[in-house]
Nanobody
Framework: QVQLVESGGGLVQAGDSLRLSCAVS????????MAWFRQAPGKEREFVAA??????VYIKSVKGRFTISRDNAKNTVYLQMNSLKPEDTAVYHC?????????????????WGQGTQVTVSS
């Protein structure tokens, strides 16, 4: 079975950095689009970044601060988060895309990790 397991979240202060990891089993991630989404309390799930063989996409609010990358040998996707802001506070999920061409479409991702909490204090 396909499993995605996130790690690396925590409680930090504004301006600090975190690196999230998503370890994938059951599939070779290099052949799929992988993405990070986040969901803050009281808000809907929001696309953050995606990576595949065609390139990388970010939402505007994280450009220049976050970097998505992959290590195919380790079958792992990363999200390096620098200059964190309180508005980045959310549960972060990684996801494996199953169909479609729209990176931000939640319903085009077949597999999801359980999430890792990122909390940024002022």
């Amino acid at each position: 079975q396909v499993q995605l397991v996130e790690s690396g979240g925590g409680l930090v202060q504004a301006g600090d950095s975190l690196r999230l990891s998503c370890a994938v089993s059951g599939r070779t991630l290099s052949t799929y689009t992988m993405a990070w989404f986040r969901q803050a309390p009281g808000k809907e799930r929001e696309f953050v970044a995606a990576i595949d063989w065609t390139g990388i996409v970010y939402i505007k609010s994280v450009k220049g601060r976050f970097t998505i990358s992959r290590d195919n040998a380790k079958n792992t996707v990363y999200l390096q988060m620098n200059s964190l802001k309180p508005e980045d506070t959310a549960v972060y999920h990684c996801a494996l895309k199953s169909s479609g061409t729209y990176y931000a479409a939640v319903n085009e991702y077949a597999y999801w990790g359980q999430g890792t909490q990122v909390t940024v204090s002022s």
